[in-house]
């Protein structure tokens, strides 16, 4: 583990271990104490139904932490391109000549810009609103949203690796009841 995950743990709760606030599955040790709860009743089908739609759940989870962590991953380019562009611009507001540049209209579309020497930029901030930003602004805000969004994703592969224990901690518990009822038949069986 490297440090930024280790630090990430450390901003978690003694009493919670997952950002999202994904439940905890319980390891069961003992099944016929377990199986012997008022909740189960020694119904087998009853707790292994139960213990599917606990599976089901973290695996929804992790389907939509997955997507959360593929859109940050993309995300975090596009922003430390747009901060590198500012840099440029802040380096280009000196001098008095303009900036030939290329910009994306769409997939593998680009038109030619010049870009006269500028202390003002518009940055997209989603949900289509446009603001302007004095050069050092906007690279604040840059700055600042890399950081968010590097912050996230570590909070997400976090939550992505708690989330594979308790699905296997859950695969675990429907094994070890499956195979108490088996034992339990046999030796009905063997009487």
């Known amino acids: 583990m490297d440090e930024g995950s280790s630090k990430i743990t450390m901003e978690l709760n003694e009493d919670k271990k997952s950002f999202a606030g ?6 069961v040790e003992d099944v016929d104490a377990f199986m012997a709860l008022p909740d189960n009743d020694g119904q087998v089908d009853k707790v292994l139904k139960k213990l ?29 391109r747009a901060l590198e562009m500012i840099k440029k611009l802040q ?14 209209l769409s997939e593998q579309v680009f038109a ?25 602004d906007a690279q604040e805000l840059m700055v600042k949203n890399i950081e968010a969004a590097k912050t996230k994703l570590g909070h997400v592969e976090h939550d992505l690796d708690f989330i594979r224990d308790q699905f296997t901690t ?22």
Request: aromatic content about 10%; hydrophobic content about 35%.
């Open 22 to 27: 994904i439940p905890e599955a319980a390891f």
């Open 91 to 104: 380096a280009e507001k000196s001098s008095s000549q303009d900036l030939e540049t290329q910009f994306l």
């Open 112 to 136: 030619k810009a010049t870009v006269p020497p500028t202390d003002k930029v518009c940055l997209w901030l989603g949900a289509n609103v446009m603001l302007e930003y004095t050069l050092d």
């Open 170 to 191: 859950t695969e675990v518990n429907m094994a070890r009841v499956y195979n108490w009822d088996v034992k339990k038949r046999q030796a009905a069986k063997a009487t």
């Open 52 to 80: 599917d739609e606990t599976h089901s759940k973290y695996k929804f989870m992790e389907y939509n932490l997955a997507s959360k962590r593929r859109r940050l991953k993309s995300q975090i380019p596009d922003l430390e």
